[in-house]
T-cell receptor, first 116, second 113 residues
Framework: DAGVTQSPTHLIKTRGQQVTLRCSPI?????VSWYQQVLGQGPQFIFQ???????GRGNFPDRFSARQFPNYSSELNVNALLLGDSALYLC???????????????FGAGSRLTVL | TQLLEQSPQFLSIQEGENLTVYCNSS?????LQWYRQEPGEGPVLLVT?????EVKKLKRLTFQFGDARKDSSLHITAAQPGDTGLYLC?????????????FGKGTLLTVNP
């Protein structure tokens, strides 16, 4: 079975541009989360979506938005790009947003965004 | 705001040595997960610990969750070059906030042959 797939793997944008990143979860997983990982840091939570609804949002500006489609795939959009948005954007899928014990995430390989 | 402090940030050792990585917080977590991330890849889950005081072993790796569920440690015995990578701890919040993982900054481990 395919794992979490993300596209594109690498992209370069200039300041002020907009970017859309895509994620396909593991088959059967209904929850998708997005994380931003700046070089030298751990991933930071951006969004979680479950059944096409936003279930959680991290401390990111409104320039960041996301959505989930009926097939549970997801897109992350970032408008008015800043140099500081350069990072690895990770998508993770899970069976459900809340588990009785732990929310086990499976991460994709990420989309490396460089803003010049 | 929940924070996780990982130490050390960098660790370079020789093959065969033992090491311990620490993950500490002032907050209580419902569970704590350890991931390993290699360059160009996403984090890969190693283990999840849920119960305070829990100890889990994965071959040469031993994971422990603190009694108060605020801290955790990862101990590697007889490290091998294949253990090289970025080790991340991540805590899940309590109750309705357990959908979100709070990650530490990571420990970059290099095991030299």
């Amino acid at each position: 079975d395919a794992g979490v797939t993300q596209s594109p793997t690498h992209l370069i944008k200039t300041r002020g541009q907009q970017v859309t990143l895509r994620c396909s979860p593991i088959s059967g997983h209904k929850s998708v989360s997005w994380y931003q990982q700046v070089l030298g840091q751990g991933p930071q939570f951006i969004f979680q979506y479950y059944e096409k609804e936003e279930r959680g949002r991290g401390n990111f500006p409104d320039r960041f938005s996301a959505r989930q489609f009926p097939n549970y795939s997801s897109e992350l959009n970032v408008n008015a790009l800043l140099l500081g948005d350069s990072a690895l954007y990770l998508c993770a899928s899970s069976l459900a947003p809340r588990g009785s014990g732990a929310n086990v995430l499976t991460f994709g390989a990420g989309s490396r965004l460089t803003v010049l | 705001t929940q924070l996780l402090e990982q130490s050390p940030q960098f660790l370079s050792i020789q093959e065969g040595e033992n090491l311990t990585v620490y993950c500490n917080s002032s907050s209580v977590f419902s569970s704590l997960q350890w991931y390993r991330q290699e360059p160009g890849e996403g984090p890969v889950l190693l283990v999840t610990v849920v119960t305070g005081g829990e100890v889990k072993k994965l071959k040469r790796l031993t994971f422990q969750f603190g009694d108060a569920r605020k801290d955790s440690s990862l101990h590697i015995t007889a490290a091998q070059p294949g253990d090289t990578g970025l080790y991340l701890c991540a805590g899940a919040g309590l109750g309705g906030s357990n959908y979100k993982l709070t990650f530490g900054k990571g420990t970059l481990l290099t095991v030299n042959p």
